[in-house]
C-alpha cells in the first residue's frame, strides 16, 4: 500500500504515471493503472471525455488511435464505447472504475480532455470524498482547456487544480497562479529555468511532461521541478535522488 501522506513533502520528486504505465500496458486502461501502482507509482494521470452520465478515460478524441472503434467519442453512445476493445481485451474504462480499483493506493491527476467535463468531475470528486474515503489532496484536475479548470474553480475551492501547458507564456506562470491552480504542468519540449523559477515565487508546483529518458530526467532535477509525468514509472522511481 502506497502512502499518500509521503508525497505530501515538499521535497518529494513526484512520480506521476503517465495514462497509468503506458510504456508497459495499453494506456488508459485498469491494466495500466494496476501496473503502475504494482512499480509502486505514488499517482496516476489519466485523460477523460464527457459521455451520456459518465466520464470516460481515453486520450483522443477519436477512437481510431487507442481502440478497434472509429469515429469521435463524445458523438457515441456510452453502450457502443463500452464494447470496444482498447488494447489487450481491456475496455475503455469509467472514471469512477478507476477511483475503485485504485482505492487510495495512489493519487490520481485526472485531465479533463473534453468540453463539459468541469461538472461531472467535480460531482464525481465529492462523491469520493464524501461517501469513500478520498480526501482533496489525493486528487488534482488539470487541463490545458482553462476554462474548464476555472469552473472546477468556482464549483469546488477546495479541488487541487493543475493548469497544462505547452510552450512559455508571456507572464510565465501568471496564468496558473490566476487560476489559483496548486501546480502547473509544463511541456518538456519548453520548460526552461526562468519559468520553474517564476511558478515556485508563485507558490505552484511544477510537474512535467512526458519524461521517458534519463537524461531529460536528470535535467528536469537539476531544474529543481516538483515531479514528472513518466510512462516508465520504474525509470523515476529507481532513482535516488
Ligand atoms: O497531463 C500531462 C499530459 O498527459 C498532457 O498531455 O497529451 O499526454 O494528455 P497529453
Ligand atoms: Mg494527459
Not at 468556482?154 to 512559455?168: M, N
Not at 521517458?212 to 529543481?224: T, Y
Request: glycine share 8%.
Amino acid at each position: 500500500m502506497i502512502n499518500i501522506s509521503d508525497n505530501r513533502s515538499s521535497h518529494e520528486f513526484l512520480c506521476f504515471a503517465h495514462r497509468g504505465a503506458s510504456g508497459h500496458e495499453p494506456e488508459n486502461t485498469l491494466l495500466a493503472i494496476e501496473k503502475a501502482i504494482s512499480l509502486g507509482a505514488p499517482w496516476i494521470e489519466i485523460d477523460v471525455f464527457s459521455v451520456e452520465d459518465e466520464l470516460v478515460v481515453i486520450h483522443d478524441e477519436r477512437l481510431e488511435y487507442t481502440t478497434n472503434g472509429s469515429g469521435y467519442v463524445t458523438e457515441k453512445t456510452l453502450a457502443y464505447l463500452r464494447t470496444l476493445d482498447a488494447g489487450k481485451g481491456q475496455r475503455i474504462p469509467l472514471l469512477r472504475e478507476v477511483f475503485d480499483l485504485v482505492q487510495h493506493r495512489a493519487g490520481i491527476n485526472v485531465e479533463l480532455k473534453g468540453a463539459g467535463t468541469n461538472i461531472p468531475a467535480v460531482k464525481l470528486i465529492k462523491d469520493y470524498i464524501r461517501h469513500h474515503g478520498w480526501h482533496y489532496d489525493q486528487v488534482i484536475l488539470s487541463s490545458f482547456n482553462h476554462q474548464e479548470l476555472a469552473r472546477v474553480k468556482h464549483l469546488d475551492p477546495d479541488i487541487r487544480i493543475g493548469a497544462l501547458v505547452l510552450g512559455i507564456p508571456r507572464h510565465y506562470a501568471k496564468f496558473a497562479e490566476e487560476l489559483q491552480a496548486f501546480s502547473v504542468h509544463a511541456g518538456l519540449a519548453f520548460v526552461n529555468q526562468v519559468f520553474v523559477d517564476d511558478a515556485h515565487r508563485r507558490g505552484l508546483k511544477v510537474f512535467v511532461f512526458t519524461v521517458n529518458f534519463p537524461d531529460d530526467l536528470n535535467r528536469m532535477r537539476a531544474m529543481g521541478v516538483d515531479g514528472v509525468f513518466t510512462n516508465f514509472p520504474e525509470l523515476v522511481l529507481s532513482r535516488k535522488f
